[in-house]
């Protein structure tokens, strides 16, 4: 993992409304990669919360192959060579997913950069891919909306604080997690000094 960084974030002059809550049954796990988990947790579990107290249940660190027919229960090591197809995830169980799982997905998008395949600043590998694994054909509508909501917006012009133009985030469904090791679990929380690479990239989400 390589060197830190950090950038102002660009505020969005009109942004989006809520977004709306969803109906019907939504699954409470949500699994997500942006890069080094380490900063994925941190942001989630501090910063999204500061946003909507009470709304993540558990989050916890590990890995998610998207093949799955992959090979089980990958060490950290391994996972970071690159050679397993093992992608650096947060797993989060949400208390009320019809309420927060598009906010969640609206916040991913604000701290790490989808434009860069296969890598999130000095960390490069499929393993610091982003990707949004999803549980139900609901998780996945919404993956894709979002997703086309972020393309969208830096098409027009709107969005511009990303290295590249297209979003590179994959979505597929989800496999089995892999927790990481102990000492990875809350790992910025335990070492407030500790390696992190992502930043706000924006404030608000765009008007969409």
Aim: hydrophobic content about 30%.
């Amino acid at each position: 993992m390589g060197a830190s960084q950090s950038a102002e974030p660009i505020t969005i002059n009109n942004p989006a409304p809520p977004a709306s809550p969803v109906s019907g049954n939504i699954s409470p796990h949500v699994t997500l990669g942006a890069g080094c988990y380490w900063g994925t947790e941190k942001y989630i579990r501090k910063d999204f919360q500061k946003r909507f107290p009470n709304s993540v249940k558990s989050a916890t660190v590990g890995f998610m192959n998207p093949d799955p027919n992959h090979k089980p229960n990958p060490s950290y090591r391994e996972v970071c060579t690159g050679s397993t197809g093992h992608i650096e995830v947060l797993e989060v169980e949400l208390y009320d997913p019809n309420a927060h799982y598009e906010e969640l997905l609206r916040f991913f998008f604000m701290f790490h950069d989808p434009t860069t395949k296969n890598r999130q600043g000095n960390d490069v590998g499929s393993q610091y891919s982003s990707h949004i694994f999803t549980y139900d054909d609901k998780q996945a509508s919404i993956a894709k909306k979002v997703v086309g909501q972020i393309q969208d917006s830096m098409s027009r012009g709107t969005l511009s604080n990303y290295e590249g133009s297209a979003v590179k985030t994959q979505i597929t469904p989800a496999t089995k997690f892999y927790p990481a090791e102990a000492s990875h679990q809350d790992y910025l929380a335990k070492n407030p000094n500790g390696y992190c690479n992502h930043f706000f990239r924006f404030k608000t989400f765009p008007e969409l």
